[in-house]
């Protein structure tokens, strides 16, 4: 009975869209469920390495993602107090020469509509908008699931792609709240014409300095600029007004170099996301359920790899599920295996950059020094654990 019952994939993010359109590629049916009642609406850029693009072919949409991307020509760090340059990362020609696939900066909206059209056009997956989980259980051969709304449905197995607050998550290793950072972030997205001239650039560029980082970069044929403040504060969870949170950076960004400034008077306050990670953990599944991307392994920013982080979850767990048939248990723990250590060494490195990007004082010279004798080699070398990507295992 239970291999004629869908995988209910819990989320449709960037990682749950993934996950079920790399299972209905293997032929499984899936049951998408999105608590949201609209996919794919809410979206600021994403930059994504080239690590991803071989997961992009595996589910057919890599002309897609392509056709919406920008391509900068290099990452740079810049020295948010002084504006020199601390590091370069060339992605051009060269880059794509070493690592087999373009780095990219795309707007989240696109990238999610081509997972989501790819979903839609999927006849093994049906997709249900506005329906919540709240609860679920493994019967040894099936599972069923609970929504906030009283409807009961079964599956073969579950997969929680449901993010930072993941039900899924709670329900596997209990009860234990993401850790907050003490950073937050305000996003915006203007029109490239009104984006101040001097900040104009094709470049992802990250403005590091002591407790604040501005990162920049142009989307969608560089009509649009997107532009992310981050920022230490104590008020973390204080819901404030525009005028309120204007006060704060200005105070914050104080000694920043005048185009950030510039950029920050751009910045639209409304929405403030509290930055949280988890300490890695080893055990993302147990019998018919599984986790994956946020749920599993929430991430900092600090290397823009969480989404990217999802979708190799995402083609790995269907290539374990195909290599398993109807071994649920064997394929989500060769999944887990496979993707454990990778998605923690993500989590741990990201901690570190993430003080090394905002150091200040000696610390913050030394820095500077030390990455201004690297050559390009040395900067690919420093990514290629991360961008040199991963292989799909042949069994299990
Ligand atoms: C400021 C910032 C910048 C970032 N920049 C980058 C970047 O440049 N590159 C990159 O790769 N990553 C980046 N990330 C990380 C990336 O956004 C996440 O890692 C990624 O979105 C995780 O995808 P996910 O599908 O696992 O989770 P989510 O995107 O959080 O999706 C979870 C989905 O589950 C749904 N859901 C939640 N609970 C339930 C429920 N009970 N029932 C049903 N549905 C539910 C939610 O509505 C949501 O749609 C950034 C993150 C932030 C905060």
Known sequence: MASKLPVI?????LGGAAAALGLARKGVSVR???????????????????NVFPMFRALGVEQAVLAKSHFPP???????????????????PAFRRRFGDPYVAIHRVDLHKCLLDACAAEPNIEILPAT?????????????????????????????????????????????KPTPIGYVAHRTIVPMADAPAVARRKEVIL??????????????????????????TENLYERADESAYRAVLTETYASAHPTMLAMLAMM???????????????????????LLGDAAHPTLQSYAQGACMAIEDAVVLARC??????????????????????????????????????????ARDVRNEAERAKTDDDMYRCVAWLYDGVSLPETL
């Open 268 to 290: 639209d306050l409304k929405r403030r996301w509290v930055l949280a990670d988890r300490a890695p953990i080893r055990k993302w599944s147990k019998g018919r359920v599984a």
């Open 321 to 362: 599920v195909e290599l398993g048939g109807d071994d649920f248990h064997a394929a989500f723990a060769r999944y887990e295996k496979e993707r454990v250590l990778r998605t923690a060494r993500v989590t741990l490195e990201s901690r570190s950059l993430w003080e090394f990007y905002h150091l200040g004082g000696i």
């Open 9 to 13: 994939v819990v989320g449709a993010g």
């Open 132 to 176: 919540a989980l709240k609860q679920f259980e493994d019967m040894g051969d099936h599972v069923v699931a609970s929504t906030k709304d009283g409807r009961v449905m079964q599956g073969r197995a579950l997969i929680g792609c449901d993010g930072l607050g993941s039900v899924a998550r709670r329900w596997m290793v209990g009860e234990e």
């Open 74 to 92: 290099d990452v740079l760090m810049l020295d948010a107090l002084s504006g020199e340059q601390v590091s370069r990362i060339d992605t051009g």
């Open 32 to 50: 998408l469920i999105e608590e949201a009642p609209e996919l794919g609406v809410i979206g600021y850029g994403i930059q994504l390495g080239p």
């Open 207 to 232: 403005w590091g300095g002591p407790g604040f980082h501005i990162v920049q970069y142009p989307l969608r044929d560089e009509t649009l600029f997107n532009i992310v403040a981050v920022f230490k």
